[in-house]
């Protein structure tokens, strides 16, 4: 697991010194793109594709933003806070969107339902990152 | 030019009525993520590169918004607005951020001299699109 | 247009001494890109979604691959013949899939028309980078 | 950890008959993508990064392949088997000269070792995936 938490550590301006809120956002960004890059592909093959449209929709903008997110977030050369803060609130407003949207097809597709999963846990760590870049001090 | 006009005005929930300040925006996001990848290899490749660390941190935090701005933009399927304005608000932030330390070594570099103008533009067309979906009315 | 050229021009290691198929390449892969993605999405709304899957999967595909490849090819900073080539190799046969499953659908819908021309286009452009970056003679 | 292997169980066409060789492959592309943007950012901080160039813009380039390789692997809908086996292929590529640049500088910068340790075992993944969906019947 701890992936991106052992990577950053060996980052010269880091030595060890991690945020970890900020490092738990991004690891949940990676991890939530992949869900919705695959529940957008599992929504595309089911018979009733018709009534995912909004919900492949939302998976995209969701999978797009959290890998953006994954990436600025990623970034510890020089200083960036303020728009790492823009891109993590950005971020949780896609995945909470695509929640809301996956959990009305949760009962009838797994993938949904994992999916809203993801989407929720994404959306508050990306809120709580945002928080934790502007208030280095409470982090 | 209105490459992306011609094809989001093909959309069966568009049919030609398009939003062209959205439009111009998407089309500035692509463009301006396109300047950013090429002037951090370009500023890699200076000799000067250990003054050129934050540039090129902020082209390609600036290259990750301006591609997930320009994919979230182009969407018209369902509806997304509040996702769209967050994904405009941070991409401009990164525009303005990279726009800035472009200009710092604009004298130098013709690569950040034509990215700060690229990055300028850009934040612009994204401020504007964000208003633009908030307030349908005034688009 | 020439956008990237101008960009890559003023690349340290170039000086204004650009391979011309390769950056014609790259245009067309980041326009592609931005094609395929908006294809995608077009094919999502329409009423026959269900008889679209294929195509939206390929557009998808192509997407990713195209964005992936005009970024591959951008970079000017020390070498990378190889991957260039098996990237453009790769972008080559995802658009020529692309575009021959747009093509089954270019006369009912005109996103998909357009978006097959440009898989053919961005295709030759590829599979001519591909050459050129292995035999820099004839390039 | 099997995050993706849980997700495309789920897929309509999959129904639990999930490819092994290749969602181990989309595991460690994703994984790869961000250990390589990881190590990019933080040679970008180190002192000596002027001898570090070549290393991030493999890093750049390793970092796109995987993160498209990883989206085009990931699909099940349709099928798309030469754009896959081309796609890991290129992947392979990039992932093998990563490695190598990355392990010059191992010895010294503790995130290159930990990148050509995780290039090495995507490259190694990304054979084996191409292989598996060029012969499925040996998969």
Known sequence: MHHMREMI???PSVQGNTNDVLI????ECYSCAQTCISCADACLAEE?????RQCIRLNLDCADLCLAAGSVGTRRTGSNEEIIAATMRACAAACQACAEECERHASKH????ICAEHCRRCAKACNEAADSVRNPVAA
Chains 1, 2, 3, 4 share one sequence.
């Open 9 to 11: 550590a060996t980052h």
């Open 24 to 27: 738990s956002c991004i690891e």
């Open 48 to 52: 009733m594709v018709e009534q995912l």
């Open 110 to 113: 797994e993938h949904c339902r």
